[in-house]
């Protein structure tokens, strides 16, 4: 049917392209899940849109998440660009940090975003206080400019020693770069991130000019598709930060767009735990290929600014925490040498994919496990379960001298060890106990593997929202605007200039406010999270502390630092002195909040649950167990495991021990028995 005045969310993962579209006032929601179309993803968008029937000219928002960035990163399939830099310091973004590939080999491959031909060094010096040690010599850059537009260098970017504590020499040199440079791709270093560490600076702003007009190219061909079309109003993408900015805007910053996927599925969990009374969440969102999970407390997304997305590629842009395993449904299994059971994090992918898939994949995986024991439907599978089983038989259960559905349980048990791992690095290693929170299932195969795993992690609660596999487009839909700004001052606390630092943070939340004021997007209020990144004088690593609202004074900062300090590590270090090495502040829009309720539609349920089927699944032991379809249930729906619970984008696997309740907006809450 033809949708009017809604809200659209549109994801584009690797394998499909995700929509829901949401009509605030009812809730009545379209849904459409279609093949993602590469290399251009804006094929894949426009058929999501055609497959759900909505009028275009007729909806107030869509809200975009695209992997173009990260996808560009990783496979290094970027934008030639050119760098120049401080005389002496061409290397910085290769040298890195005297890390490794391999912790314990020599072995490893990392290719820098700007190779060294394309990286040019020009005279200029400024110390880190920002005093001026040797003028920017203009001829030299104007020079080297030249070359780089010879060499076919498409983006540029400046990155000059110490210019976070005083860009006069990168404002200039961009003011010569615009007249002559063929385009606006310009990146200054201290204007993206304005913090100390050369290396992470650098490398942020060589990623983000490299990207630009990859992403400005699709974007724009986006809108001007959708417009074309009937879309009125603007596109906004997501950010990696949670939030979204306009398409016209957001090629400009655009290495903040990269882990904006991940980041909409965190956004989605947050809205969906509050409406459920849940705010303390650890989000599991399993796919093909790889789990991310994260940590939300006080229904507040994770953001930090000290991601690294792969080795030695550390982007230093607010984002929301995620971090990533490599266990998904195509992990392949396999005996090793020394006799021991591995799982991933090599992946069959889509295509062949696992054995039971029947397109010639010959390794076994985790998928394949799944279906020998009864977590999947055999009939599904055909003559390709056979294969699966013969293949478990062979490559596992032989040389570990265990039966086939023995050697598919070893399987599953190794990767919920692999994601439980995941799980305790964000919560654990933070100081909190999992123990505190609910798990927040979503992604095709998280719900599968959610009720083992949170036995293993002691936690007492699993929230399965009502759509799983759709999660990251529902993020899209209920994302806040939102804009983050970090200054680094690395001063002492006993000779910080405190006037400067309210001046600061006055200045940023003034920057947000009129960003958002720019946006044309309803509200509810403007929110501004303000902290520190402080450490003891002497220290390397850093800790973000929460600032009150106000003007702190220095002891408010030291009190608040070393109250931070104890609440992670348990230790007082009164007579050492704090440094506040970066201020932090975020402005968020609030945007109203969305009825969630409809996105199973209600004509579908029914007044009594019946099994479409009885089926043999392994739970140590073969055991008959219901079968139920998730849109059929009531919204009042409980019940006790063992069960599965399937529907069109997921299998939920319930446990013996265990009771499954529904709540208003339809998720299910699985009670987990010791």
């Known amino acids: 049917m033809a949708v009017k005045g809604l809200v659209a969310g549109v994801d584009v993962g690797g394998t499909f392209t995700d929509l829901i579209v949401l009509d605030p006032a009812t809730g009545a929601v379209e849904l459409a899940k279609v093949p993602t179309s590469l290399p251009d993803q804006s094929g894949g968008v426009l058929a999501a849109f055609e497959a759900a029937g909505v009028d ?10 695209t992997t173009t960035t990260t996808n560009a990163v990783l496979e290094r399939k970027l934008s030639r660009t050119g760098m120049v830099t401080t005389e002496g310091f061409r290397d910085v973004l290769e040298l890195g940090r005297r890390t490794r590939p391999q912790a314990y080999g020599m ?14 060094e020009v ?14 010599d203009e001829r030299a850059l104007r020079a080297e400019l030249a070359r780089l537009i010879e060499a076919g260098c498409e983006s540029l970017v400046i990155h000059f020693l110490h210019a976070y504590a005083n860009p006069a020499h990168e404002l200039r040199a961009a003011e010569i770069a615009a007249e002559v440079w063929p385009n606006r791709h310009v990146t200054c270093g201290h204007a993206l991130l304005s913090e100390s560490r050369e290396f992470e600076r650098g490398v942020t702003a060589a990623v983000n000019a490299a990207v630009q007009p990859l992403l400005e190219r699709y ?16 596109l906004l993408v997501m950010n990696g ?3 979204m900015v306009t398409a016209g805007a957001v090629s400009r910053e655009a290495v903040k767009t990269v882990m904006s996927g991940p980041a909409s599925g965190v956004m989605a969990a947050v809205a969906t735990g509050r409406r459920a009374g849940m705010p303390d969440l650890l989000t599991y969102d399993m796919g093909g290929t790889s789990t991310d999970v994260a940590m939300i407390r006080g229904g507040v997304a994770p953001v930090s600014n000290e991601i690294e997305v792969e080795y030695a590629m550390p982007i230093h842009v607010p984002m929301v925490d995620v971090r990533t395993v490599g266990a998904g449904g195509g992990s392949i299994a396999r005996v090793d040498a020394g006799g021991m059971l591995r799982v991933g994090p090599e992946s069959a992918g889509s295509y062949p994919g696992p054995v039971c898939y029947g397109r010639g994949g010959t390794q076994v995986t985790l998928s394949d496990a799944n279906l020998i024991l009864g977590r999947l439907p055999a009939a599904r599978f055909g003559v390709a379960a056979e294969a699966a089983r013969a293949a478990m038989a062979e490559q596992i259960g032989a040389p570990l001298g265990l039966g086939v559905e ?3 349980e070893a399987v599953v048990r190794i990767a919920n060890t692999h994601m439980a791992g995941a799980v305790r690095m964000v919560s654990i290693s933070l100081g909190a106990d999992p123990r505190d929170f609910a798990l927040f299932a979503f992604g095709g195969a998280g719900p599968l593997h959610a009720v083992a795993l949170a036995r293993e992690l002691a936690v007492p609660k699993v929230l399965v929202p009502a759509r799983p596999g759709l999660t990251n487009a529902l993020g899209c839909v209920v994302a806040d605007l939102r804009h983050d700004f970090v200054r680094t001052l690395n001063r002492g606390l006993d000779g910080l200039d405190i006037g400067a630092v309210h001046e600061v943070l006055a200045a940023q939340e003034a920057e947000g406010r009129r960003l958002i004021g720019a946006e044309r997007v309803a509200l509810k209020g403007v929110r501004v999270e303000r902290s520190a990144d402080m450490q003891f004088l002497g220290q390397t690593h850093l800790l973000r502390v929460a600032l009150p609202s106000g003007t702190p004074s220095r002891e408010d900062l030291q009190a608040l630092f070393e109250a931070a300090y104890w609440a992670r590590f348990k230790v007082e270090l009164p007579e050492i002195r704090a440094a506040l090495v970066n201020l932090n502040t975020s402005v968020v829009g609030e945007r109203p909040e969305m009825d969630l309720s409809r996105l199973i539609d209600p004509e579908g349920r029914k007044r009594v649950a019946d099994p479409t089927e009885m089926r043999r699944v392994w739970f140590g032991g073969w055991q008959e167990v219901p079968v139920y379809w998730r849109d059929h249930l009531p919204l009042d729906w409980s019940n006790e495991g063992p069960m599965i619970v399937e529907q069109m984008d997921t299998t939920l696997v319930v446990e013996p021990g265990c009771r499954v309740t529904g709540d208003v907006d ?3 809450i699985v009670e987990v028995g010791v």
């Open 241 to 243: 930060n949670g939030g």
């Open 123 to 136: 005279p200029e010096r400024m110390d880190a206080r920002g005093r001026v040690v040797t003028a920017l």
């Open 666 to 668: 339809g998720n299910l």
């Open 107 to 120: 072995t490893g491959r990392f290719v820098p975003v700007i190779p060294r031909d394309l990286r040019l």
């Open 219 to 234: 974007v724009g061909r986006l809108a001007g598709e959708l417009s074309a079309r009937g879309y009125g109003r603007d």
């Open 56 to 65: 275009l000219s007729a909806l107030n928002l869509i809200v975009h998440g």
């Open 406 to 408: 023995e050697a598919a």
